[in-house]
T-cell receptor, first 114, second 115 residues
Framework: GENVEQHPSTLSVQEGDSAVIKCTYS??????FPWYKQELGKGPQLIID?????GEKKDQRIAVTLNKTAKHFSLHITETQPEDSAVYFC?????????????FGGGTRLMVKP | GAVVSQHPSWVICKSGTSVKIECRSL??????MFWYRQFPKQSLMLMAT?????????EQGVEKDKFLINHASLTLSTLTVTSAHPEDSSFYIC???????????FGPGTRLTVT
């Protein structure tokens, strides 16, 4: 089955700096890679996703890159703000007619210091 | 759009009792719902996948007779933890998917504490 590794487990940055979180996956058939933000006591919220036929996607301060050959993908947050502090999870999935079960990384606790 | 709710948001029950958690898709039809468990400071672990009108598919190591899942309609799935024990205390999160859509929309979670 799929295995997703996520690094770092904790990340502390100064407000305004950039934050980068990296994930690797094992199953080359995976074709969908979402990123979730989870605040304390809440469910995960999708913040950005990328499909395997795309190398990079950007949405305002958030960007995701995908290297299919190396089987890794990264989340980039620029101009970080205190409200970006949360736990971030990457996930990998094979999307087909049978469904799309997500395999999650271990999570990264991001702390943005004002 | 794409809102998923869970009820209750938290519950405390005594060891040996059963507790039911509801997951509802409020503005779309959820052909597939997923149930996850999350222990403190850990990632989400998939427990089971349920398709409307079908029996749930459980992940390896998840006891189907202990965690009863019912997906009777396109907007409601329930997870019943039977004969709960303290080690079942966890954060239970559901997600829902419409048709063949890639996105899964997550509920806010239910914190279960078994005393």
């Amino acid at each position: 089955g799929e295995n997703v590794e996520q690094h770092p487990s904790t990340l502390s940055v100064q407000e305004g700096d950039s934050a980068v979180i990296k994930c690797t996956y094992s199953d080359s058939a995976s074709n969908y890679f979402p990123w979730y933000k989870q605040e304390l006591g809440k469910g995960p919220q999708l913040i950005i996703d990328i499909r395997s036929n795309v190398g990079e996607k950007k949405d305002q301060r958030i960007a995701v890159t995908l290297n299919k050959t190396a089987k890794h993908f990264s989340l980039h947050i620029t101009e970080t703000q205190p409200e970006d502090s949360a736990v971030y999870f990457c996930a990998a999935s094979i999307v087909n007619n049978a469904g799309n079960m997500l395999t999650f990384g271990g999570g990264t606790r991001l702390m943005v210091k004002p | 759009g794409a809102v998923v709710s869970q009820h209750p948001s938290w519950v405390i029950c005594k060891s040996g009792t059963s507790v039911k958690i509801e997951c509802r898709s409020l503005d779309f039809q959820a052909t597939t719902m997923f149930w996850y468990r999350q222990f403190p400071k850990q990632s989400l672990m998939l427990m089971a996948t349920s398709n409307e009108g079908s029996k749930a598919t459980y992940e390896q190591g998840v006891e189907k007779d202990k965690f009863l899942i019912n997906h009777a309609s396109l907007t409601l799935s329930t997870l019943t933890v039977t004969s709960a024990h303290p080690e079942d205390s966890s954060f239970y999160i559901c997600s829902a998917r419409q048709g063949s859509s890639r996105e899964q929309y997550f509920g806010p979670g239910t914190r279960l504490t078994v005393t």
